[in-house]
């Protein structure tokens, strides 16, 4: 059975509210704190799913905007790949998250203030540093973006 592009946007934004889901199990339940980078990822997550609903909800209107949104589904997993990269390579070694631009948007947009239990912040880098199966969280996460940017192009490339 072939895939449509309106199958693979369903599945992309599944799998971006299963990421967000794992995320907070992992937060209110094994208590594993967020840092600014964490909850910056999470709102990408969202970001994906809220766009891929929507280019297939206005889908009625042509495939332009569902191709649209497969295109800014694939800008927004390339920019989530970036966060976790820089997570990985760069925030986790800095002992404080505090003025990178994680820490100024979500603070900025206010999204850690009145949506503590999704976007609070509540953790540096450096301690928010866990090993899942041993590999870290922020590795999971890119890798699950390169797999969100892979789906966004073919759904972005099928013409159905």
Request: charged residues 10%.
């Amino acid at each position: 059975m072939i895939a449509t592009s309106r199958k693979t946007l369903h599945l992309i934004a599944l799998l971006c509210l299963a990421a967000v889901g794992i995320a907070l199990i992992s937060q209110h339940v094994f208590n594993i704190r967020p840092c600014a980078w964490c909850v910056l990822q999470r709102l990408i997550y969202l970001a994906i799913a809220v766009v891929c609903w929507l280019g297939l909800l206005l889908d009625r209107m042509g495939t332009t905007l569902r191709r649209l949104a497969a295109l800014v589904a694939t800008a927004l997993s390339v920019g989530g790949m970036l966060a976790a990269w820089y997570q990985y390579s760069v925030a986790a070694k800095m002992f404080s998250c505090d003025l990178t631009f994680a820490d100024k948007f979500m603070v900025g947009a206010g999204l850690d203030a009145h949506v503590p239990w999704l976007f609070g912040i509540f953790a540096s880098c450096m301690d928010a540093r866990i090993k899942i199966l041993g590999i870290e969280y922020a590795i999971w996460s890119l890798g699950l973006f390169a797999v969100l940017g892979v789906l966004s192009l073919i759904a972005l490339a099928r013409r159905d």
